[in-house]
């Protein structure tokens, strides 16, 4: 089995910047790709960010520019650095991971994006 820890989450004004940090740990043999996807309220879920093994991202259009996702190897850790945030991007981020095309899910961290 495969565990996930999410941290970062909270409060930040628009305008503002937050880190989130995904832990990963486990039976990890071979980790594919890690990322984010996020829920609003009466949203579906959707991408936010992934990184491959490779080094390869995607983000969704309403984050590119803004958001930086990055990856330790060492550490099993993927980080989502936040910035220019908007109230827009108030959610729920869940923390993902494919490994050897096993999908794993974090329980998420909230993000709420207000003055």
């Known amino acids: 089995q495969v565990q996930l820890v999410e941290s970062g989450g909270g409060l930040v004004q628009p305008g503002g910047s937050l880190r989130l940090s995904c832990a990963a740990s486990?039976?990890?043999?071979?980790?594919?790709?890690m990322g984010w996807y996020r829920q609003a309220p009466g949203k579906e879920r959707e991408l936010g960010a992934l990184?491959?093994?490779?080094?390869?991202?995607n983000y969704a259009d309403s984050v590119k520019g803004r958001f930086t996702i990055s990856r330790d190897n060492a550490k099993n850790t993927v980080y989502l650095q936040m910035n220019s945030v908007k109230p827009e991007d108030t959610a729920f981020y869940y923390c993902?991971?494919?490994?050897?095309?096993?999908?794993?899910w974090g329980q998420g961290t909230q993000v709420t994006i207000s003055s």
């Open positions: 486990g039976s990890i043999f071979s980790i594919r790709a």
């Open positions: 993902v991971l494919n490994e050897q095309g096993s999908i794993y």
């Open positions: 990184i491959t093994s490779g080094g390869s991202t």
